[in-house]
């Protein structure tokens, strides 16, 4: 359909069937263009050491070609929800689908480690434009009685990518093709911008002012950006040195000044009396836990199994799909649960299933290999399975209901900015603690090896690469396997580490559920104090 004149409520004159065919278009579109983010985030998890192989990339890069993606998505998707409300959602979703596209193209072709953190940033940018459109286009055409499962039905599509994605970065890995993680966005963005432009309508607020918080963005992106760049560098700098702690200043301030601006606006990017409502302060909280957790250890799972437990990368890919089944296969019934019977019993009981699955995943130590699957990880990733599929779309019908439907591009945005947010959290904190925890574990466990100066500073250097460190060629073949072998065990010190702060963390997260989530959701009436924003 070609764009017309319309608000959030175009279709008053149409029939039932006519609505019902309208929202099918309107899931379909929003699943297909929101399943490149989906496949491209756990493609990328998986191809992690073959692109750093080919790249000779350090640890610190790594988590900085994963984070700076997340950083850019969480400090903007506040302003596209605000965007799409403004400005038309269906308009905006488009120009993120593009402008994610062509910055896959060019991570595709990215030579060097810089390029590709530089090319990832612009697929941040695309992907805060596309992101909360999806939600969003759900939010504003699907009936309130059919919003529940509509959002589980995009759950579960979306997983389906998402199970997809661990396989294709697999078997893009083995064939010695890690660009194509990227490359493969360009015909489902192609074929997700037909969809949009020929079957659906554009919706937006009409009362939404026309004026965008960009003070707001601005100190958002800079106060995550200086956090970031200190967590993460800390590791190998050390927190002494004058840049970490300027940066680190520099991004709390500004995100106090973010705050502050937020307080003062009257259209600003995240309302503050949002967080008012009991539900949605819980629903953060237990979003941040609950998927912090989860992208910290599965980004490290993947090279735990390939670097350390001698999988083959296609396999690795692989054995994330017992996770992804149970969660397709549970979204849409805890969609609709939360219709019915409202969120406390699946945001206690989900995060709580998590927890156990951390603590199985942090038992084996280096294993025999893939045939030992069975028995040491696939018990683990089934508990976390269980615990997605309970969660995932209780948490997003949360914050979605607990909005008005009037904001349908703000409610979405809050909710992909505390899930993005959560990825920011995970691989700046987590991805720094494990850096930090490795480090200390080699150093521990060579220290019972005779080694050279030479050989104990390459491996100060080296541990920078986590399970990819090499032995230096000076050492004799006794010595390098002993080296080899303390490389795994360091390596499973730190993930062991990760997964037990997870786990007391998504536990906590049950806890709170459990004694403050009411049985049904609160909804939301804006206020229109404030001021104008300048």
């Not at 309130?144 to 509509?150: E, I, L, T, V, Y």
């Not at 760049?229 to 190998?236: Q, V």
């Not at 300027?246 to 995100?255: D, I, N, R």
């Amino acid at each position: 359909m070609s764009e017309t004149p319309m608000t959030d409520q175009p279709t008053t004159t149409r029939t039932e069937s006519q609505l019902v065919a309208a929202e099918r278009w309107v899931l379909f579109a929003a699943v297909l263009a929101s399943s490149m983010a989906f496949i491209d985030s756990t493609a990328l998890n998986v191809a992690l050491p073959a692109l750093q192989a080919d790249l000779g990339a350090s640890g610190t890069e790594l988590l900085w070609i994963l984070n700076i993606y997340a950083l850019f998505v969480a400090a903007l998707l506040l302003v596209a929800g605000s965007l799409g409300d403004r400005f038309g959602r269906k308009r905006v979703y488009m120009i993120g689908i593009t402008v994610f596209c062509g910055a896959s193209v060019w991570c595709g072709l990215a030579s060097t480690t810089t390029t590709l953190i530089a090319a990832r940033g612009v697929q941040g940018l695309g992907g805060a434009l596309m992101i909360p459109g999806s939600l969003a286009m759900i939010g504003a055409a699907v009936g309130p009685k059919r919003r529940g499962r509509a959002i589980g039905t995009w759950s579960a599509f979306s997983v389906i990518a998402t199970a997809l994605g661990p396989v294709l970065g697999g078997l893009f890995a083995r064939a010695g093709f890690w660009r194509g993680v990227f490359f493969i966005n360009v015909p489902i963005a192609a074929a997700a911008l037909a969809v949009l432009y020929a079957k659906t309508r554009e919706t937006r607020d009409p009362g939404a002012s026309s004026v965008v918080d960009i003070w707001g963005a601005i100190l958002a992106t800079c106060g995550m950006l200086g956090v970031n760049y200190a967590l993460i560098e800390a590791t190998t700098l050390g927190w002494s040195q004058p840049r970490i702690l300027f940066s680190l200043l520099a991004g709390l301030v500004s995100l106090a000044l973010f705050l502050v601006v937020e307080s003062r606006c009257r259209n600003p990017l995240l309302p503050l009396q949002v967080f008012k409502v009991p539900m949605v302060q819980i629903s953060a909280i237990v979003t941040l836990a609950f998927y912090s957790s989860l992208y910290g250890t599965l980004f490290l799972f993947s090279l735990n199994l390939i670097q350390v437990q001698g999988y083959d990368a296609a396999l690795a890919g692989l054995t994330q799909l017992p996770l992804m089944l149970l969660l397709i296969g549970l979204a849409r019934w805890s969609g609709a649960w939360v219709d019915r019977n409202g969120a406390r019993l699946p945001l206690t009981v989900g995060p709580a299933i998590a927890g156990l699955g951390f603590l199985c995943l942090a038992i084996p130590g280096v294993t025999a290999g893939p045939s030992d699957f069975w028995k040491t990880y696939l018990p683990a990733l089934v508990l976390l399975g269980l615990a997605m599929g309970i969660t995932v779309a209780p948490l997003s019908t949360t914050v979605m209901s607990s909005i008005s439907p009037e904001q349908a591009g703000l409610a979405s945005g809050i909710n992909s900015t505390l899930g993005r947010l959560s990825s920011v959290l995970a691989i700046a904190v987590f991805g720094s603690l494990a850096l930090l925890g490795f480090s200390r574990s080699l150093s521990s466990r060579i220290s019972s090896l005779t080694l050279t100066d030479e050989s104990r500073e390459i491996f100060s250097i080296e541990a920078a690469k986590l399970g990819d460190a090499k032995v230096p060629d000076s050492m004799s073949p006794a010595e390098a396997a002993g080296a080899r072998a303390a490389i795994k065990l360091a390596f499973v010190d730190a993930f062991r580490l990760v997964c037990r702060v997870c786990a007391l963390i998504v536990g906590g997260s049950a806890v709170l559920a459990a004694i403050m989530v009411h049985k049904r959701a609160m909804s939301f009436s804006q206020s229109s104090d404030g001021r104008q924003c300048q």
